[in-house]
């Protein structure tokens, strides 16, 4: 597992656990592996995935260093051309652990019940995949969670004013998700602020992910934003708040996932 878009950024074990929803925490950090597919190393991966990767993550969980992993599987943009085939999201209860060194990674490979040697996991991994990037990013607020089968649209925001930016977002963005989410258009979202790497020059600073659960949704949520903007704002001007909008942040790319796996610790 790589170790830790970024974010602002996963199949179940177990058949039982296919309805588990996941909350993002509403403070700590996560973090988040862009990760390259070899050519023609796609059903491996996905076996290595569902099997080896599942099984260390859970381990990680279940001794409380993780609080939520999730695996997710770029549907736009797809092909040679995309930065990323998966996100490797990994959320931390806290402040995020020291990377872990080759004894760390023995100890948690042993405790997930897998055979291989730490040398020969991370062999196994890079003649599978390419690290792209790897970014840390700061929990700021959500709504709802996630589970396994959901698309998440995430939105990478270049942004001058963070502070102003989110207060914005709370404002005016939080009350439009929670409705959507009451009324079953969405299950979640969430805002983040990209810390590592940071400045101004790099590509965006916040992210914020809108969950959907279903293909549809994706496109019936997107459709009904102005209904949604009404109910949660009866006294805002639509066309004006927007503008506002337009002037806290620019969005660089919108880019959609499958939540192919996540793991919880176990009860």
């Given at each position: 597992?790589?170790?830790?878009?970024?974010?602002?950024?996963?199949?179940?074990?177990?058949?039982?656990?296919?309805?588990?929803?996941?909350?993002?925490?509403?403070?700590?950090?996560?973090?988040?592996?862009?990760?390259?597919?070899?050519?023609?190393?796609?059903?491996?991966?996905?076996?290595?995935?569902?099997?080896?990767?599942?099984?260390?993550?859970?381990?990680?969980?279940?001794?409380?260093?993780?609080?939520?992993?999730?695996?997710?599987?770029?549907?736009?943009?797809?092909?040679?051309?995309?930065?990323?085939?998966?996100?490797?999201?990994?959320?931390?209860?806290?402040?995020?652990?020291?990377?872990?060194?080759?004894?760390?990674?023995?100890?948690v490979l042993k405790k997930a019940g897998i055979a291989s040697s730490?040398?020969?996991?991370?062999?196994?991994?890079?003649?599978?995949?390419?690290?792209?990037?790897?970014?840390?990013?700061?929990?700021?607020?959500?709504?709802?969670?996630?589970?396994?089968?959901?698309?998440?649209?995430?939105?990478?925001?270049?942004?001058?004013?963070?502070?102003?930016?989110?207060?914005?977002?709370?404002?005016?963005?939080?009350?439009?998700?929670?409705?959507?989410?009451?009324?079953?258009?969405?299950?979640?979202?969430?805002?983040?602020?990209?810390?590592?790497?940071?400045?101004?020059?790099?590509?965006?600073?916040?992210?914020?992910?809108?969950?959907?659960?279903?293909?549809?949704?994706?496109?019936?949520?997107?459709?009904?934003?102005?209904?949604?903007?009404?109910?949660?704002?009866?006294?805002?001007?639509?066309?004006?708040?927007?503008?506002?909008?337009?002037?806290?942040?620019?969005?660089?790319?919108?880019?959609?996932?499958?939540?192919?796996?996540?793991?919880?610790?176990?009860?």
């Open positions: 597992m790589y170790l830790s878009r970024t974010l602002s950024l996963v199949a179940i074990a177990a058949a039982s656990c296919v309805s588990l929803v996941a909350q993002q925490p509403q403070s700590g950090f996560h973090t988040v592996a862009c990760i390259k597919v070899r050519p023609d190393k796609g059903a491996d991966f996905r076996k290595f995935a569902a099997e080896d990767l599942h099984k260390f993550a859970q381990a990680r969980a279940d001794s409380g260093a993780v609080s939520i992993w999730y695996l997710l599987h770029t549907v736009y943009p797809a092909g040679k051309s995309a930065e990323c085939d998966y996100l490797s999201v990994t959320m931390y209860p806290g402040t995020p652990p020291e990377p872990m060194d080759m004894d760390g990674l023995a100890a730490a040398q020969e996991f991370v062999d196994r991994r890079n003649s599978l995949t390419e690290l792209v990037s790897s970014n840390l990013f700061q929990n700021q607020f959500f709504v709802g969670g996630a589970k396994k089968g959901d698309y998440f649209m995430v939105n990478y925001m270049k942004v001058a004013n963070v502070p102003d930016w989110l207060a914005y977002e709370k404002k005016v963005w939080q009350p439009i998700a929670e409705s959507l989410v009451k009324d079953g258009l969405s299950s979640g979202w969430s805002v983040n602020v990209q810390l590592l790497p940071g400045g101004t020059d790099m590509k965006f600073q916040g992210v914020t992910v809108d969950v959907y659960p279903t293909w549809d949704s994706v496109f019936k949520g997107q459709s009904q934003i102005g209904e949604h903007f009404k109910k949660a704002h009866p006294d805002m001007e639509i066309g004006t708040t927007l503008e506002n909008f337009e002037k806290l942040r620019t969005i660089e790319s919108t880019d959609l996932y499958f939540l192919q796996d996540m793991v919880v610790p176990a009860k």
